[in-house]
């Protein structure tokens, strides 16, 4: 059952940005290699770094969840998992090089995130423009290492 939905229009600027606990005041890695590019997500302590198709505005849908959702994987290009300890409970929604874009209270303890990724195919020429679709589903779930679920060939 969904706790709450909320739609996000994010500057994802170097194609990240970036899902944490603000109360951890995390660093954002900054030693990416391809396989992070290939996974669309890195992890860190207390973050999880979404990686776009596009370093644009994006439309990004966050869902809170009590449990697992179902998944359709023929409805997206690229889907894949990671866990995000919450130790304040808080989770905060950041552009790499912006501001914040939400905080929003979830209650302390790890959570599954899991980004679907759409529209990756619509990129126009020049990387611009697109009708690429982010959309975040976040529940309660014991820590487990990243995972791609449905892996985006170009």
Not at 12 to 28: E, I, K, S, T
Not at 88 to 105: A, F, K, Q, Y
Not at 123 to 139: C, F, K, P, R, V
Request: negative net charge.
């Amino acid at each position: 059952m969904s706790m709450m939905q909320r739609s996000y229009k994010i500057f994802a600027d170097y194609f990240q940005f970036y899902l944490w606990d603000p109360g951890a005041q995390p660093d954002a890695p900054t030693d990416y290699a391809a396989i992070d590019n290939q996974n669309r997500l890195k992890v860190g302590e207390n973050i999880v770094v979404v990686l776009p198709e596009r370093n644009m505005t994006v439309p990004v849908t966050i869902e809170l969840l009590d449990d697992e959702p179902e998944l359709d994987p023929a409805q997206w290009d690229h889907i894949a998992e990671a866990s995000l300890e919450l130790p304040s409970g808080r989770l905060e929604i950041h552009e790499c090089t912006g501001e914040s874009i939400d905080v929003l209270s979830l209650g302390e303890g790890c959570y599954r995130v899991r980004v679907c990724f759409s529209g990756l195919h619509t990129l126009s020429e020049n990387g611009l423009d697109g009708d690429d679709h982010y959309a975040i589903s976040l529940w309660p779930a014991p820590y487990t290492h990243l995972s791609v679920i449905k892996q985006f060939e170009r």
